[in-house]
């Protein structure tokens, strides 16, 4: 009886205090403090934590300090961004985001002692170190955390599991040195404790170490999920996209996240799905037409694949769909162009077909629109220039055909690219009626007719323009094309067109680039002509016919390229008049390659000291290369003087500089090689093959940490190559062509143990290498250079790829002794000749370990012994070259071995078995011995002292006996072993057969 009066007594107080709660919140006047709401140890708590937090600079437009207004006199609840209690004034919120904050989070702070407060946001600060378990054991009421772009880093403490009442928790973009991370044990405490938690924001962090099914234990009243660039690998579980109320999932950027879409019961409240730059396969389910409330869609960059299904007529409040690079094949979806709210549509870069729609009006917000690198074809219907919201077009890289529909009513639109499809005909001239453009892109199509300069003077807002590769299109040039100003124009390209003549229209504009190479410009370029381009940077003129450049066009040019014409003479003599001036000194590269150039190389080229590339290759230029070159390579990366007359010795003034690239290659430069070269700590590539140099073996490069190419072939280096070399040198070498030269001793076992990227799988090297000049514009060295060697019984030309192959040649030489065992650990050589020298002993088995080789040539030297069979494990061996040793035993079979052909093995007496017509069971074949003198008896003679056996033996094998002498040269003791076994067996063979002749 005692409980029951108690627990009325207490539901009696409850009920009071309700009453009175209620009261209070419903009269204005009954929560207005009398003084300070501000509890006062709380008050003492944000103060102490504003002394222990220092400011720093602002991050963003919007920062300021908010702990400025921070102050004893002021009530605390208003503090900017501090919030409270309107009943008991207990702190609730801190909201301290953006607001210069750095350093550490203090782990003794007053601050954990706010027991009350329920949120906590100190995104876009800059605190940093770890996160201290503090802040999550005394914060037991918080439901809302973000610590979001911060440089936070290390382990998320356990203690996270513990914030039950969690709603929201955003911890994305905090990267410190070593970012935050999740271990699998922390992140499953965390998705099994908080049954409250509806978003979770965890872009950046790294979870590499979390096991995926983890996420199987995520609370069903997850509304938003965001898990991008977190490192992320292995199969997604399907079901998390069922979770009943979920709005928002982003797991992208997880290169090595894989899965599969569910084909039923996705969330139907799903607003946001971005599984873009993940691994996902499969297909899209029909499904996915009632997700009616879907927003955005990104599956970009998957391994998805099949047709997409035509299901999108339903999804009205669609405005972001991008399918790039998911290997969908099959028929444009009709329902995509319906979407009323669509304002963002890539399906770039897949296999789609078909033809676009020939009318469509649903569009009206359409921004942007990709549709580049498909199999689309039709013609390209004019509605796509007329949608009213239309900014950007890329039909590029598809089989469109057809002409360009005249244009009704021009749209905004300010980007187009057709580029790369089959259209022909004239531009329509309603084209240079969309005035807001500022991107054309019209190149490698069909079009034709005479583009003029009056067509563009509505194109006020151009930018870049690029009309190449059609062959069909030129240009009109008049004195009246001064008239029009372009003033925002910077790029155009008229290459590989029909120009006839240098354009003047465009010298009024502000233009930086212009590309008019492969084109039928002929004769010279008039000092008229080359006025006012005065912010010209770029001109390419290449693969023309141009004869003489009366000036450069310009002053401020930065790349010149003149390189496929037909200039003569000295080398800027020819190109410029004696009265005017010199080429600007900031040219940046110079590209004079294949004319007809004469002379010398004039020493003003020393004064450019911008210069990075330097291209005078293919000329008739001679004389001596000037000392002060050496000096040069301060700035320059690339120097090309190949194939001209240049002789006498090559600079040694190189400094340590940027030079990467130095070719000299295929002229008649003598003397020792320059010693200054060990100082070009950048070089990647040196040529200097078929040249008259008389030195050892330059053992001196070995220190040059980049060099990946070296090629000597072809001149006088003599000597051994030395064996002691330090492990580090020649770690980058890749090719290296030693050949048609005097070397000799043993092949250098310590050389080939140093040859690191000659022993890296082939798939780890990069493929490329790109440089960038201190202007920010990138060089692809590979777009102008190359180099020969020789594999395969060929001289092959490596354009762009010779940085990814790997070739030796050392072969024409006097090396002797035995093939290393080392050379074997050289798996990702691919072309290996050391035939023509004087080398002994066996083939060494370890060659079969070279697994990425293509041809191997050891031919013309003293090898003995069998062919391992070690060597049909190269499967990849396309020319192989045996021949002229002294290999003996069968031929190994299997493989690439069952390929090759008899000239593979010529030579070698002892082999046998396929594909020689030696069987391994014929007796050895013996040296041949010469016929018999005539004087000893003539031929005819000896053939009838054999002929007269027969008295014994019989004429018939007599007369046998001599043909067999006289047609095959057999020597005079294999005819007395025939007689003498004749002599032994035919009686007996006479007398077992007599009876049968009678």
């Not at 039923?264 to 899209?284: E, V, Y």
């Not at 563009?456 to 009246?480: P, Q, R, V, W, Y």
């Not at 960038?772 to 019984?793: A, H």
């Not at 008899?902 to 078995?913: I, K, Q």
Request: aromatic share 10%.
């Amino acid at each position: 009886m005692g409980k029951v009066i108690r627990m009325l007594y207490h539901c009696l107080l409850l009920a009071l205090f309700h009453f009175q709660v209620h009261c209070s919140l419903s009269s204005p006047s009954s929560f207005l403090p009398s003084a300070h709401l501000c509890l006062p140890e709380q008050r003492a708590a944000l103060l102490e934590f504003k002394n222990t937090i220092s400011l720093g600079d602002c991050q963003t437009f919007s920062s300021y300090p908010k702990i400025n207004s921070w102050n004893e006199s002021t009530d605390c609840c208003s503090w900017d961004g501090v919030s409270c209690h309107k009943v008991t004034g207990h702190v609730i919120g801190i909201d301290l985001s953006e607001s210069c904050l750095n350093g550490t989070l203090p782990a003794n702070s007053n601050l954990f002692h706010l027991q009350e407060l329920q949120r906590l946001n100190l995104a876009y600060n800059d605190f940093n170190g770890s996160i201290s378990s503090k802040l999550f054991n005394q914060f037991v009421s918080l439901a809302h955390l973000n610590l979001s772009f911060n440089s936070f880093s290390d382990l998320i403490p356990y203690e996270i599991s513990l914030l039950s009442k969690l709603v929201s928790l955003d911890l994305s973009w905090s990267g410190g040195d070593h970012n935050l991370r999740f271990d699998n044990q922390g992140f499953e405490m965390l998705a099994r404790n908080l049954i409250e938690l509806r978003n979770l924001i965890l872009d950046s962090v790294d979870m590499s170490d979390v096991a995926i099914p983890s996420f199987l234990n995520l609370t069903s009243s997850l509304e938003r999920l965001s898990v991008k660039e977190c490192q992320l690998h292995g199969e997604f579980p399907i079901e998390v996209f069922r979770l009943p109320y979920l709005q928002h999932i982003d797991l992208s950027n997880n290169y090595n996240l894989t899965g599969y879409l569910p084909k039923s019961n996705l969330s139907n409240a799903l607003q946001l799905l971005d599984l873009s730059s993940c691994r996902f396969k499969g297909s899209i389910p029909a499904s996915f037409g009632n997700l009616t409330q879907l927003i955005f869609l990104d599956f970009s960059q998957n391994d998805f694949g099949g047709q997409i299904p035509d299901v999108f007529g339903n999804l009205n409040k669609l405005t972001f769909l991008s399918f790039d690079s998911c290997n969908f094949s099959g028929q444009l979806p009709a329902s995509m162009f319906n979407l009323t709210q669509l304002t963002y549509l890539d399906l770039s870069f897949n296999r789609l077909e078909g033809s676009l729609p020939n009318h469509v009006s649903e569009l009206q917000l359409l921004e942007v629109f990709w549709l580049s690198s498909n199999l689309v074809s039709g013609g390209v219907p004019s509605w796509l220039f007329t949608l009213p919201s239309l900014q950007t077009l890329d039909l590029s890289y598809n089989k469109l055909t057809g002409q360009i529909d005249q244009i009704r009513k021009p749209n905004s639109v300010q980007y187009i690219d057709l580029s790369s499809n089959d259209i022909h005909g004239p531009i329509p001239s309603s084209f240079f009626d969309l005035v807001n453009l500022e991107r054309l892109y019209l190149s490698s199509n069909n079009l034709s007719g005479v583009v003029k300069s009056n067509m563009f003077s509505k194109l006020k807002n151009l930018f870049s323009l690029d009309l190449s590769n059609n062959g069909l299109l030129s240009l009109s040039a008049s004195e009246n094309d001064v008239n029009y100003s372009f003033p925002k124009l910077a790029s155009v390209s008229f290459s590989s067109c029909n120009i006839r003549q240098f354009p003047s229209f465009f010298r009024t504009s502000n233009l930086v680039d212009l590309d008019l190479s492969n084109n039928k410009i002929h004769g010279g370029i008039s000092k008229w002509e080359a006025e006012g381009w005065d912010n010209l940077n770029s001109l390419n003129l290449s693969y023309n016919f141009l004869t003489t450049l009366e000036q450069f066009p310009g002053k401020n040019l930065d790349v010149l390229d003149l390189r496929s014409n037909l200039l003569q003479g000295p080398i800027l003599s020819t190109c410029l008049n004696n009265q005017s001036p010199n080429p600007p000194q900031s040219l940046i590269a110079f590209y004079v390659s294949k004319n007809k150039l004469t002379g010398n190389i004039p020493l003003l080229i020393c004064n450019w000291s911008s210069l990075l590339i330097l291209e005078l290759s293919r000329n008739n230029l001679s004389g001596t290369i000037p000392e002060c070159f050496g000096n040069l390579s301060s700035s320059l990366m690339v120097m090309n003087l190949e194939m001209n007359n240049f002789h006498g010795k090559m600079p040694d003034s190189f400094r340590d500089n940027n030079l990467e690239i130095l070719l000299l290659n295929d002229n008649k430069l003598e003397g020792l090689l320059s010693r200054s070269l060990a100082n070009c700590s950048s070089l990647n590539l040196l040529n200097l093959r078929d040249n008259k140099f008389t030195d050892t073996f330059p053992h001196w490069l070995a220190s040059l940490p980049n060099l990946q190419v070296l090629l000597l072939r072809n001149n006088r280096l003599h000597g051994p190559m030395p064996n002691s070399i330090a492990s580090s040198n020649f770690s980058a070498l890749q090719i290296i062509d030693l050949s048609h030269n005097e070397l000799n001793g043993p092949l250098p076992t310590k050389f080939f143990q140093n040859l690191r990227a000659m022993k890296d799988i082939p798939e780890e090297r990069p493929s490329e290498f790109m440089r960038w000049n201190r202007r920010g514009i990138p060089l692809s060295f590979y777009d102008y250079f190359s180099v020969n060697v020789t594999t395969k019984r060929l001289e092959i030309e490596l354009v762009k790829t010779f940085a990814i192959y790997t070739f030796m040649d050392f072969s024409n030489n006097l090396f002797c002794g035995q093939i290393p065992e080392e050379l074997g650990e050289l798996i990702s050589l691919q072309g290996l000749n050391l035939s023509h020298n004087n080398l002994t002993g066996p083939i060494s088995p370890s060659i079969g370990n070279m697994i990425a080789l293509e041809s191997l040539d050891l031919s013309s030297n003293k090898l003995g012994g069998r062919i391992p069979s070690q060597l049909t494990n190269l499967t990849f061996l396309e020319v192989l070259n045996l021949s002229q040793n002294d290999l003996v035993g069968p031929i190994p079979h299997g493989k690439q071995f069952d390929t090759f052909e008899n000239d593979s093995y010529s030579g070698n007496l002892g082999l046998c078995g396929l594909p020689l017509s030696k069987q391994c069971g014929d007796p050895e074949p013996k040296p041949p011995v010469p016929m018999v003198k005539e004087d000893e008896g003539s031929e005819i003679a000896f053939f009838w002292k054999v002929v007269m056996m027969g008295y014994g033996c019989g004429v018939v094998l007599g007369l046998s006996m001599g043909y067999i002498v006289f047609t095959t040269g057999r020597p005079w003791w294999f005819i007395r072993m025939v007689e003498r076994d004749w002599q032994k067996n035919v009686p007996k063979w006479i007398r077992r057969n007599r009876g049968r002749r009678n």
